[in-house]
């Protein structure tokens, strides 16, 4: 036996296939999923629910410390885990049109980020998991031994985010979802707490001419070689 096999953080932009690989990915190897995104997602629809300005950070603090987001794991549920503001479970709310175009601002606030990580950093402790997020190699879990940031062209990740909210039945226009996501890599890649950007011993996978078994072979590869 070799080194047990812990935890794998998976880093990337919006519709870079992080989450749908991090899933697969999860179920190969029969652990834990955790999209951390909808953890922040689950701030920015209390935010919007009760009227308090995404601009406001003290009061979006004093929001996020009031309705503690909740993570309940369930392997039956297409996601493998189900998200709750206070008791209220938050499902398709958490990826509304309106709610993408805020979380990014949530998602800058240092003591919104303290209050994610130290719920995301519980979790790992309970056991192993496949974290998805944009800070999880570089913050949350830096001494994971498998950490993966996972890119793609802006086309191809407005391609499939396209594909994704029609599948929800949401209907966007192109070039608008196109500016939209351009906008939200800066906030995340620029901004002062937790900037989006691959950890130092990072594997970088470019999954734009890729498809999701290929990636998640590349990744469970990486797995394989640490526990040997
Ligand atoms: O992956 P997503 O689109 O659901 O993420 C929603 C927002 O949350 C996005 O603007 C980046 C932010 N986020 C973050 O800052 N840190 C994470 N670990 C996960 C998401």
Do not use: C, W
């Not at 080194?3 to 932009?13: E, K, Q, S």
């Amino acid at each position: 036996m070799g080194r047990p096999f812990a935890h794998v953080a998976i880093d990337g932009p919006a519709g870079s296939g992080k989450t749908t690989v991090a899933r697969a990915l999860a179920r190969r190897l029969h652990v834990l999923y955790l999209d951390t995104g909808a953890m922040y997602r689950a701030v920015a629809v209390a935010a919007l629910r009760q009227g308090v300005p995404v601009d406001d950070e003290a009061a979006i603090v004093r929001l996020a410390r009031a309705h503690p987001v909740r993570v309940e794991h369930d392997p039956h549920s297409d996601e493998g885990f189900r998200i709750f503001s206070g008791s209220e479970e938050l499902g398709a709310a958490l990826y509304g049109n309106e709610v993408s175009t805020v979380v990014s601002a949530v998602a800058a606030y240092a003591a919104v980020r303290g209050l994610m990580v130290e719920r995301q950093r519980a979790i790992a402790a309970e056991g192993p998991v496949v974290m998805a997020g944009r800070d999880i190699g570089t913050v949350v879990l830096p001494g994971a031994p498998v950490k993966v940031f996972l890119t793609a062209s802006l086309d191809v990740r407005v391609a499939r985010r396209l594909a994704e909210l029609a599948e929800r039945g949401t209907v966007v226009e192109p070039g608008e979802l196109r500016a939209q996501m351009a906008e939200r890599d800066a906030l995340d890649e620029n901004r002062p707490v937790a900037p989006l950007r691959p950890a130092a011993d990072a594997l970088l996978i470019d999954s734009s001419d890729l498809g999701v078994d290929e990636v998640v072979g590349l990744i469970a590869a990486a797995v394989e070689a640490v526990r040997a």
